[in-house]
């Protein structure tokens, strides 16, 4: 059995406390089963893990450069920024997590992108892997863009759980979110979904959410990154064993954050969304930060191949009997 975070690791005498991150989104259900369900107290220790939430990206990276978490699930730009911010030295992605579930829902009176023009839409926030999607297919388009919410088409970042009830309001035309807010905007907001991501990628397969950590706790403490790793393995095992079973332990976990629990019928819609395994799909992800480049919002297309780290990941893997996966 691996060394779990409660040992000693790196010369330390005591346990050490993992500080973690996610958000309250399905599309991180590793997250949320992890530790609804104890898989990663089964292997860091339950009084060694120490959790936070948060509604978009860009929150958690401001707690990991500011030394708040130790580690985060979050999606591909965040993890980029934070990168990128400290020059390739604060973070190191060391596991995918989700894949699928975001898109653009609208009002039903918008046929198609022709419709757009000074309409606004949400994103859960500013610089967040939504917020570039949307951003981009935007650019695509023909139309521009602002940070500060001008343009062709306006956008106006928002919690999710704001946006559902300003579309509903009719204050917003739509938003490209992540699930179950997808799935909420059509079922429970009369929307219509406009723009499936996952049809815009090739394959259809694209990087929701990735597990990141800090590069120093990962230096000193790499027993407790491997803990925690063990319980994504186990955590995404479920997710795509069981998935019957994990959209109710999804959706408990959720409720128990967010005090109200889902349809079945936003649940089995959002589920359809989305895949759940480790690789981080590092072609993906650059892929993503040329987008941002593109849209102005990094100065120079970075380098990525220091930002992966999966050695840990694959020194689990092969004792679970499971492929390695590449970053090449």
Same mark, same amino acid.
């Given at each position: 059995m691996a060394a779990c975070a409660g040992s000693t690791t790196g010369g330390g005498s005591g346990p050490v406390k993992l500080r973690l991150g996610y958000l309250t989104n399905l599309t991180h259900a590793t997250a949320l089963v992890g530790v609804s369900? &104890?898989?990663f107290a089964k292997y860091v220790g339950g009084a060694n893990l120490q959790t936070t939430t948060f509604n !978009? &990206?860009?929150?958690e990276v401001e707690a990991l450069l500011s030394n708040s978490i130790d580690a985060a699930?979050? &999606?591909p730009n965040p993890a980029i920024t934070a990168f990128v911010r400290s020059h390739g030295t604060a973070i190191r992605v060391v596991a995918g997590a989700a894949s699928g579930g975001a898109g653009l829902v609208v009002a039903p009176s918008i046929k198609s992108a022709a419709d757009l023009k000074g309409k606004t $839409? !949400? =994103?859960p926030q500013l610089g967040n892997t939504q917020d570039v999607a949307l951003r981009y297919w935007l650019k695509q388009q023909g139309y521009t863009t602002s940070t500060t919410g001008g343009g062709d088409v306006h956008i106006a970042p928002q919690d999710n759980a704001q946006t559902l009830e300003t579309f509903k309001a009719g204050q917003i035309d739509g938003a490209w979110l992540p699930e179950p807010w997808v799935s909420r905007l059509v079922l429970e907001g009369g929307g219509k979904l406009l723009v499936d991501e996952r049809k815009l990628w090739p394959q259809g397969k694209f990087a929701t959410t990735l $597990?990141?950590?800090r590069t120093d706790f990962l230096r000193a403490h790499p027993a407790a990154v491997k803990s925690l790793?063990?319980?994504v393995v186990d955590a995404n095992g479920f997710l795509a064993g069981q998935p019957a079973a994990a959209q109710i332990a999804a959706d408990d976990a959720l409720a128990a954050l967010t005090t109200k629990k889902l349809s079945s019928a936003v649940l089995s819609s959002s589920w359809q969304d989305l895949s759940f395994n480790e690789d981080p799909d590092a072609t993906a992800v650059e892929t993503a930060a040329q987008h941002a480049h593109d $849209? &102005? $919002?990094l100065s120079s297309p970075p380098d990525l191949r220091p930002l992966f780290d999966? =050695?840990?990941l694959n020194e689990v893997l092969r004792g679970a009997h499971q492929p390695a996966v590449s970053v090449s």
């Open positions: 369900k &104890g898989y !978009a &990206g860009p929150d699930f979050v &999606g $839409l !949400a =994103t $597990l990141v950590v790793l063990q319980g $849209l &102005g $919002l999966v =050695t840990l």
